[in-house]
């Protein structure tokens, strides 16, 4: 299992390959002696991240075509006249 310490005190605990479940814990300190402890802990399947990560994805690619020329959407310098 993997752990990921974000600075906003949110810990993740997940397998190398989002398989099975995620904990998540929120509001999470550590003592003096090292021992973290966290506000709350919740379970989410990992593929529910996945599902999650790949959605905002899809709309940031989306908004950047959107934005983008016709020269550029088809990797050309200019459109040939």
């Known amino acids: ?3 990921l310490h ?6 993740f605990h997940f397998n190398s ?3 099975g479940e995620v904990i998540v ?5 550590s ?3 090292g ?3 966290a506000e709350h802990e919740i379970e989410v399947a990992g593929r529910d991240i996945l599902a999650l990560v790949a959605h ?3 709309n ?3 908004a950047r075509l959107e934005q983008m020329g016709n020269a550029e959407v088809l990797g050309l310098e200019r459109i040939p006249e």
């Open 31 to 33: 003592d003096e002696s």
């Open 60 to 62: 940031e690619r989306i």
């Open 1 to 3: 299992m993997h752990s």
């Open 6 to 11: 974000c600075k906003g005190g949110t810990t």
């Open 35 to 37: 021992i973290v402890r």
């Open 17 to 19: 390959d989002l398989s």
């Open 25 to 29: 814990q929120t509001g999470c300190t």
């Open 56 to 58: 905002h994805l899809v």
